[in-house]
């Protein structure tokens, strides 16, 4: 184990102290204050390059730096970021991109930066807007529970405040050009993140997702494309950009979700009638290893997590709240610990160092919960 | 579930209550009162015949019911059996006879009985004589922990008394006649029931049962002859009975059985020296899922205690004792869970039972300890 000597870089030395900040939030993307028990977080996000400018795949380091330069001041000055942190790939540490990665605030591609990559982060983290991802621009409103409506008219009025500044890349025909066909048009992606752990018990997950599949929905595990649905959570959003209007791909997307919410309350309902002492056992045992267990995987406290957030949510487990479980699911992270910890760790030592933090925290929550009770 | 109705005769209702007595023992084969935490208990049996009678395997009902009818006063009246309960297994039910067998009294052939098949035991259940089993005689001598020259005395003594009374079958030559050859000589098996997390922890109880094996003992699972060692628990007996004289093979035995001791020792001093958080990962898993799941079935539940058996021996678990595990370990069992619950139950409800009683009493333990620290 190393401990982490302060920050490398003076601007290092800044970031953490800025990445702290963060730390003490939950998160948008978490539930942080949510009220749905099934869906635990909304997001639209917006594909924007700008015109006449070589888009970030093409381009050389000299032009993403000059398109970073530019946009940065532009994206600050944004009255719907305030206040907000702009953040230039290449000065963080690696440590510093996992954070903002397990927060969900940089896709994958900005942890193992290029030259001109940045964000500029909203300080309540419900807004986002990377620049030289694969786009110029990637606008993302982050809502905790069922907020589609919400997270659509942020990033909604953050485009067109931009596009008062600089010109967007558009065609008439087309609409919003994109590096990739797959956005082109609206440029938009709305999605949700839905926990669905009822669906998945009673072996009914599979027919859902095909279904969602048929009306051009797409579905996916935690981390989006490529992964799979560790801890029951499963990610689901529009597959089409072209020739809808985006008000339309929102309403259409939230009357499905709802629909999900529905069976998934009613898988629920008919797994405690059919089969309650295999769900108290899956809820127990989840709850039992957690609160005991001394080395803890990353893939096995997210699935032990989902079995406490189920067991809460039906009323099994009355110590705990969501709360507990969510800030669990988002400080149980490898970058998280770490910082956490103060230490940089390999990973047999954060598998024990997941376990001590999930272990302490739910202790001290039963205790606080114990005490109040007597 | 079925309720159990009283009993179905009057000789059962007699039984059942003469059962209810052991229900409150907790049995001499598992550690009632042993000091050492390693062997578990001591066992030694002498198989003998009657001579000039036709032996079990050949015999006829008749006959056998004869043996049964001369031996049992002569059982009954011995001094180191007082006092004791005769039973015959005809009378009985499966259920008694289960209760018999899983507290190690009667041998599993016994519970599917032939006429003229019975058990003599004293009460505390540190001796117990089964007429007809593979002999006419089945003598054996339980003890907690390691208390082999002891059992060994009591059956001595035992065998000497009912020599006096009746003539056994034996050959000059070859010692005590028995239907089985490999018990033909002092038709005396010891054994001890050992119980070695460390050295399975370890990888090492291959090598240590090949040099057993080599020495000429014999490793079985908790139920003796083509068992597996569910629970990290081994028995050791000796395999020869002819030549060697009894006190010999018992010291033998006693010597080697020293020997493992000192190894399991080490091997678990090595264990919390080199992967200290594996051992508390492992004992604290097997403390919350006994302490949190609603479905256990046997062999998991066995496993499970085994941890907790050893997080108490290391001094991990500070609010359990050894007694606890034991009694568990007795009564967790399918026909005893069914004798507490007073009822008939199907598997997938033992397994419900099983957990809800382990859940119990170890919060029951957790709590008195915790009262008591208050």
Not at 112 to 127: F, K, N, S, W
Not at 218 to 243: C, D, H, P, Y
Not at 307 to 319: A, Y
Request: proline fraction near 3%; charge should be neutral; hydrophobic fraction near 40%.
């Amino acid at each position: 184990m190393k401990r982490l000597r302060g920050c490398a870089t003076a601007s290092g030395c800044l970031l953490i102290m800025k990445l702290d900040k963060f730390l003490k939030n939950q998160g948008a993307w978490m539930g942080g204050g949510g009220d749905s028990d099934i869906v635990i977080s909304s997001r639209v996000r917006l594909a924007r390059n700008l015109r006449d400018e070589t888009f970030p795949g093409r381009a050389s380091d000299e032009q993403r730096l000059k398109i970073w330069g530019r946009l940065k001041p532009v994206l600050a000055s944004l009255a719907a970021m305030d206040p907000s942190v702009s953040l230039y790939m290449g000065d963080l540490s690696d440590l510093d991109r996992m954070i903002l990665f397990e927060r969900h605030l940089i896709s994958r591609e900005l942890t193992v930066p290029r030259a001109g990559q940045g964000v500029v982060i909203r300080q309540d983290e419900r807004a986002a807007i990377m620049v030289n991802e694969e786009d110029h621009l990637r606008l993302q409103a982050l809502r905790p529970g069922l907020m589609l409506q919400n997270a659509w008219e942020c990033v909604d009025e953050m485009d067109s405040r931009i596009e008062e500044m600089v010109p967007y890349a558009f065609s008439e025909k087309l609409g919003y050009l994109t590096s990739c066909p797959t956005n082109v048009g609206t440029g938009m992606r709305a999605s949700v993140m839905l926990h669905l752990p009822g669906l998945v018990f009673m072996e009914e997950v599979g027919p859902v997702i095909k279904g969602l599949n048929k009306i051009g929905l797409t579905v996916r595990g935690l981390w989006g494309e490529g992964t799979e649905a560790v801890g029951n959570m499963f990610q689901v959003s529009n597959q089409i950009t072209l020739g809808d209007c985006e008000k339309e791909i929102v309403s259409h997307l939230q009357t499905i979700v709802e629909e999900v919410v529905e069976h998934e309350q009613n898988a629920r309902l008919r797994l405690m009638e059919s089969r309650e002492h295999v769900v108290l056992d899956y809820v127990g045992r989840a709850l039992g290893i957690l609160s005991n267990a001394h080395i803890l995987a990353s893939k096995e406290a997210l699935g032990l997590l989902s079995g406490l957030r189920l067991g809460i949510e039906m009323g099994i487990l009355k110590d705990f709240n969501r709360q507990t479980v969510d800030d669990l699911l988002v400080s149980a992270q490898p970058a998280h610990l770490q910082v956490i910890e103060k230490a940089e760790l390999a990973p047999e030592e954060r598998d024990r160092a997941r376990a001590e933090l999930i272990r302490k925290r739910l202790a001290r929550r039963r205790n606080r919960k114990r005490s109040k009770n007597e």
